[in-house]
């Protein structure tokens, strides 16, 4: 079983920054992909980035490539996600995500794991 626990979210102006976390616990992530999506209301979940855990391998959506960047420490068993250049159409809640498996993937149904989500908010 595995526990994702992300922190960081808020209300930031437009152009602003945030970073938000995901600590992973229960069992070995170091096979593992892990990755962040987002949902604003009235939308499907879409995805942002992942990481590979092994190596760094990343993968960012067209959306955020250049403004987002996702990494990882190995020894805090955490994931960022560094957002710069926030844009309204940025607002959503954002979860966590872990995959078993050294495939990154795209789809929400990919993934195995979810936090419970934290919600960022870009005012113009």
């Known amino acids: 079983q595995v526990q994702l626990v992300e922190s960081g979210g808020g209300l930031v102006q437009a152009g602003g920054s945030l970073r938000l976390s995901c600590v992973a616990s229960g069992r070995t992530i170091a096979s593992s992909v892990m990755g962040w999506f987002r949902q604003a209301p009235g939308k499907e979940r879409e995805f942002v980035a992942a990481i590979r855990w092994r190596d760094g391998i990343t993968d960012n959506a067209d959306s955020v490539k250049g403004r987002f960047t996702i990494s990882r420490d190995n020894a805090k068993n955490t994931v960022y996600l560094q957002m710069n250049s926030l844009k309204p159409e940025d607002t959503a809640v954002y979860y966590c995500?872990?995959?078993?498996?050294?495939?990154?993937?795209?789809?929400?149904?990919?993934?195995?794991?979810w936090g419970q989500g934290t919600q960022v908010t870009v005012s113009s």
């Open positions: 995500t872990l995959r078993r498996g050294a495939i990154l993937s795209l789809r929400p149904e990919g993934y195995d794991y």
